[in-house]
């Protein structure tokens, strides 16, 4: 839901310059009073030269105003935009002037004043214009033109889609871009990756995500979690050769995000809103409390357990369960609902625009006492300082966190209320005359009662507070046309708190009731104490990184003629400290910190830093729209390598020919409105471990150093604090290649793009651990050893049509696949030619297990089955067990391992050495995205599909 509220009319120079001064300072940047300011148009004094007072409307081909159309005298940049109502008014010099209107997504009109005071104007709504221009690395190119593979997001798609974070958004919008999770635990982002990466390495700060990048400055998917819908102008990911603009960093994909400015025009105030929910379509079918009963009963019957033993359930205790049921799931679920607000203003003069912005996000789930919200601002002013001369200052942030019960029974885990709620029979009730009740004997998840943990005070929570400023300024060299300088710089701070309070907990063991006492139920027997973590524990870290980049664009037009440059270089500088501090023996009815706390105390801390330093060439020629080229070039230097290792080179050429220009085709085809294919080959890379892995360093230890005479403690010792150094590790590589059609028919209505590729990723730091010796004693570093081959399809179609003047549509679905193969991976000696040695395989084999042929159901179907099997071993049948009614069977695949790890013949037994892939695949490798919208004058609905799927099985 998004509205536009107009402002009441004053003179434009004041109200704007006032605005943009209290968002920003921004006068300061101004260089010279307001009154110095060229004379706005839009209700101000009249200057000397003004004769004529203009008035008029603008309205869309349904008679609907268009806010926010920008109004310009031709040929000059003196101009003004449409209120909320689709009015303009401004003086004019003479009154003989030719008006230009243009408007996102419309087709651009020139009308002739003629001497007319009013003027009433309709814009026409151009399709392709929404995509005319697309955001690539450090600048932006037309789409006729762009020879890379760039997939774009359809703004209006996502506005207002209720989910927690912008990554989530993009579930199911492009091709090539896969989104995972980020829907089910509140606060937790969605994983984005690009054509199926891979990496290798265990230490790097990456891992398989893409890059990201906002407004030209590289920031982390935290940041990029912190932007809303409605604060980004585009979205754009780079996923082929296109990225090697970033080098080191791009070979996982890039997302490059541009966000929203000020533009000329009076004050725009809007509100965005939307409320979801989220809900199980069907909860998963459990047995009930009398069906697990009576499945233990058999199995423990089959296992000659008689009737008399107390493990049996008797005929009194099935039937209280029949009518005494307890499912825990059900009882523990709930919808879960997501809110979200965005509140903006923009507006400004031909001088000044500016643009504000505030965003409120909340979630919580589908189990209680876990929720999470998040608070974030963004502000920003362009200024034209002078003639040629502009620049601009933004500072946005957030403030946001969760909060969930605090689950350390078992392995520490999120999920493993989800799993304790499945794993608890239904038979046990939750409590017995208000006393939480003693479930099992055991340690783990399947031990703890979920609702005591849930309604007590025990938590982990997490807050973050994140500022970023950027300044820019840009100025146009007066001796060249076309020749720009622009130098920016971003400061980005972070704070984050981490925090776990976790204590005991009382269970009660009962007398219990029944024939064989399996009815909860009776007098309490013991108070059963549980610890759920019995500690306090700090997480706080902090980060503090900048970025400078300074740039020297070119662009001009000669004739049919086109070319643009860019040569820059960017400075990049990370640091993080954290300090994790646990204090144990929580004292239960303590405050909730360390003074509470009476038990071991442990503190340590980790400070981390890497820099970048790059410098960047990109050549862009076309000619007549026709013929296309693009050449790029950049040298990294990372501190994550040795110095003689530290720079890489990343260079990459795509080119483009555009056929629906040449006249043969232009002439005779004319169902083909636009017909492009184009290629690209590029050579990136990834830093993808940690810093100073080449550098033997080392820390200092207490308690492990000899003692040599006496019995005085023993003193300081210095160990090594990494694995063993390797100095030559360098960049991993991936040389990437692509193929592509671009293709537009009837009259533009229908589009299509089509593109295949390869990527080469070799060099892959990796660290051997299957494949080394056991005899070398320590851990090993990383070191440039794999090579994985990845490929794959993506097919996008589109379709904008319009069924009467008030009713459009739109469509727009794609396709993918894509798989990989290893070339040289890390392979323990064991597996080395065996079934299980992934050497030229996908690293998705599939599912590995034992293939089923059936399940002896009598006595009978055991001898027919061996009978007809003679060879099959029926007393060792199955891992040395008999075969016995109840029992699964198996395929006799192979026989056991030789000594020169080859496998036997079929032994006639079912081991560990009959497992096989099951499955081709176990991961999803087709994937669907289906985005229909229809428009009915001012009313939209679109909706958001996406199907993802692996191969069917063997």
């Not at 310059?17 to 300072?25: F, K, P, Q, T």
């Not at 307001?34 to 101000?44: D, T, Y």
């Not at 929580?586 to 970048?612: D, P, R």
């Amino acid at each position: 839901m998004a509205s536009s509220l107009p402002s009441r009319r004053r003179p434009a120079g004041a109200t704007h310059s006032r605005l943009a001064a209290a968002l920003l300072a921004s006068s300061a940047l101004l260089g010279a009073p307001a009154a110095q300011a060229a004379p706005a148009i839009g209700g101000g004094g009249k200057p000397a030269n003004v004769l004529v007072a203009f008035k008029g409307r603008v309205v869309d081909a349904k008679g609907q105003p268009l806010p926010g159309v920008t109004v310009l005298i031709k040929g000059t940049k003196t101009g003004t935009s449409t209120d909320a109502n689709g009015v303009f008014n401004f003086n004019l010099p003479t009154g003989k002037e030719v008006l230009v209107f243009s408007f996102v997504g419309y087709k651009t009109k020139e009308m002739a004043v003629d001497g007319r005071s009013t003027l009433d104007v309709s814009l026409e709504e151009d399709a392709a214009a929404l995509d005319d221009v697309v955001v690539v690395g450090y600048g932006t190119q037309t789409r006729a033109t762009l020879t890379g593979a760039v997939a774009t997001v359809d703004m209006k798609q996502i506005q207002d889609l209720p989910v927690g974070s912008l990554s989530a958004t993009l579930q199911g919008q492009m091709p090539g871009v896969s989104v995972a999770g980020g829907t089910s635990r509140p606060g937790n982002a969605a994983q984005i990756t690009v054509r199926n990466p891979n990496s290798l390495a265990k230490d790097g700060p990456q891992g398989t995500g893409p890059l990201y990048v906002i407004d030209n400055v590289v920031r982390s998917q935290d940041d990029f979690n912190l932007l809303d819908q409605s604060e980004v102008e585009s979205i754009s990911v780079l996923k082929d050769a296109s990225a090697a603009i970033y080098g080191a960093r791009g070979g996982q994909g890039v997302i490059l995000v541009t966000t929203r400015r000020g533009k000329v025009g009076a004050p725009q105030l809007s509100y965005s809103g939307s409320v979801g929910v989220a809900d199980a379509t069907r909860l998963p079918s459990m047995m009930s409390g009398v069906q697990h009963a009576q499945y233990l009963n058999d199995y423990n019957t089959v296992g000659g357990m008689q009737p008399s033993n107390a493990a049996i359930y008797t005929q009194d205790e099935l039937d209280y369960f029949a009518q005494n049921n307890t499912n825990w799931l059900k009882e523990a679920w709930q919808p879960a609902v997501t809110q979200r607000h965005a509140l903006n203003m923009s507006g400004g003069t031909d001088r000044v625009t500016y643009f504000a912005s505030g965003t409120y996000n909340r979630q919580n789930a589908n189990f209680d006492n876990i929720n999470s919200d998040r608070w974030t601002y963004r502000a920003s002013a362009d200024v034209k300082v002078a003639r040629g001369l502009k620049a601009a200052l933004s500072v946005s942030g957030g403030l946001g966190g969760s909060r969930m019960y605090f689950l350390k029974q078992g392995q520490e885990s999120a999920e493993n209320d989800m799993k304790s709620l499945l794993y608890t029979p239904q038979f046990a009730p939750m409590y017995v005359n208000g006393l939480p009740v003693y479930l099992s004997t055991g340690t783990g998840f399947d031990a703890f009662h979920f609702f005591e943990v849930q309604k007590s005070d025990n938590f982990t929570s997490q807050r973050n507070t994140t500022l970023n400023v950027q300044a820019s300024a840009e100025y146009e060299l007066p001796f060249l046309k076309g020749l720009r300088a622009r130098v920016v710089f971003n400061k980005n701070m972070n704070n984050a708190f981490g925090k776990q309070y976790g204590t005991k907990y009382n269970v009660y063991q009962l007398t219990m009731l029944g024939d064989h006492k399996h009815i909860y139920g009776g007098d309490v027997l013991k108070t059963v104490t549980l610890n759920n973590g019995d500690r306090v524990r700090l997480n706080p870290s902090y980060s503090d990184n900048y970025q400078l980049n300074g740039y020297l664009t070119y662009d001009n037009q000669f004739g049919k003629h086109h070319v643009a440059a860019l040569a820059f270089f960017e400075q990049q500088e990370t640091f993080t400290d954290a300090t994790t501090a646990m204090q144990e023996g929580v004292i239960i009815g303590g405050l909730q910190n360390m003074s509470s706390a009476t038990g071991t105390q442990t503190t340590t801390e980790t400070q981390t830093e890497a820099g970048l330093l790059s410098y960047v060439g990109r050549f862009n020629y076309d000619y007549a729209n026709k013929y296309l080229l693009e050449f790029t070039i950049r040298r990294d230097g990372s501190t994550r390598f040795a110095p003689e290792y530290r720079f890489g080179t990343f260079p990459a050429v795509s080119a483009g020919w555009v056929i629906s220009e040449e006249p043969f085709f232009k002439n005779n085809i004319r169902v083909v409105d636009f017909l492009k294919v184009r290629g690209s080959l590029g050579f990136l890379g990834t830093d993808n471990t940690k810093s100073y892995n080449w550098q033997t360093n080392y820390s200092v230890a207490t308690g492990k150093s000899p003692v040599f005479g006496g019995n005085g403690d023993r003193p300081l010792v210095f160990m090594a604090n990494n694995a063993l150094a390797n100095r030559a590790a360098r960049w991993d590589n991936i040389t990437k290649y692509n193929a592509g059609i671009d293709a537009r028919f009837l009259d533009n209505r229908l589009s299509l793009t089509v593109d295949g590729y390869y990527d080469h990723a070799y060099n892959m730091l990796t660290a051997l651990s299957g494949s080394a010796p056991l005899l070398i004693g320590a851990a090993l570093p990383s070191e440039n050893f794999g090579i994985i081959n990845g490929f794959g399809t993506e097919v996008s179609v589109g379709w904008n049509g319009r069924i009467t003047n008030d009713l459009a549509f739109r469509l727009n679905t794609f396709f993918t696949w894509n798989d990989n193969k290893q070339v040289r991976v890390d392979v323990p000696r064991g597996q080395v030619g065996t079934f299980l040695d992934p050497t030229g395989q996908s690293t998705d084999q599939g599912v590995l297990g034992y293939r089923y042929l059936g399940m002896f159901r009598t006595p009978g179907d055991v001898d027919a089955f061996f009978a007809a099997n003679p060879k099959l071993n029926r007393q060792k049948y199955l891992f040395g067990q008999p075969a016995q009614p109840g029992m699964l069977y198996y395929e006799d695949i192979r026989g056991l391992k030789n000594a020169d790890g080859s496998y036997g013949e079929p032994d006639g037994v079912i081991t560990d050495a009959d497992v096989e892939y099951l499955t081709p695949k176990a991961s999803n490798h087709y994937s669907v995205g289906f985005n229909p919208s229809i428009t009915y004058k001012s009313l939209s609905v679109s909706a958001t599909m996406g199907i993802a799927w692996a191969a069917r099985p063997r």
